[in-house]
């Protein structure tokens, strides 16, 4: 009996300890949406899936049309690879946005659907990538900095567990602190999160 007990009283804290550090991830999430650095990672974003259809609809177009058969073999590879990257980290940040202007609660957005993919970008290889356009080679290398401070961000907010997990301490215990003996428990802990990514 004592043993049933316990063992129900070790279900009962360990989804308590989920449902705190769920409430943890939602407020990083919702913090970071309403952040500068959203503000300046959305803005660099978007420009870039702009300038990146300019180029290939226009200058990249015309670049690639002088380029030796290996060479634009290449040009419409990794033209192909650097749209669809970028159109994975505009979907990225449209979803952080939504959760910001409250159309998508942030517990959504934590749906797998909606991660950053696993591979990072690799760097152009093969026969004529050495007479590919400066123009692809700028974006592909402006695009590939930004995947990585975005992958950075989407494996800390929402893959990677709580602070007070990865401390090897109770998720309760960080979130309801006991200021003194006397003292009611905090309804709430205040949360606090360094957005911190890759130069």
């Known amino acids: 009996m004592v043993t049933g007990d316990r063992r129900k009283g070790g279900d009962f804290m360990s989804e308590l300890s989920a449902l705190v550090e769920d409430s943890w991830r939602i407020t990083v999430i919702q913090d970071f949406a309403a952040s500068e650095l959203f503000d300046r990672t959305f803005q660099e974003g978007m420009e870039l899936v702009e300038e990146t259809a300019a180029y290939l609809d226009g200058a ?3 670049d690639s049309k002088r380029l030796p058969r290996k060479a634009a073999l290449a040009y419409a590879s990794e033209s192909m690879r650097l749209t669809t990257r970028l159109m994975q980290l505009a979907s990225w940040l449209l979803v952080q946005r939504a959760v910001r202007e409250g159309q998508m609660p942030a517990s ?5 659907r909606y991660r950053v993919g696993d591979e990072s970008p690799r760097a152009a ?8 356009p400066v123009g692809l080679l700028s974006l592909q290398e402006r695009a590939s900095r930004l995947f990585e401070r975005v992958l950075h961000l989407d494996r800390r907010m929402y893959t990677e567990p709580a602070p007070c997990a990865r401390g090897g301490r109770s998720c309760i215990a960080a979130h309801f602190r006991r200021p003194g003996r006397r003292r009611r428990l905090s309804r709430r802990a205040p949360v606090t999160v360094r957005f911190e990514v890759p130069p």
């Not at 959504?108 to 797998?112: F, T």
């Not at 290889?125 to 590919?132: R, S, V």
């Open 60 to 62: 990249g177009r015309h």
């Open 125 to 132: 290889e093969g026969e004529g990538i050495d007479l590919l």
């Open 108 to 112: 959504e957005a934590c749906q797998d």
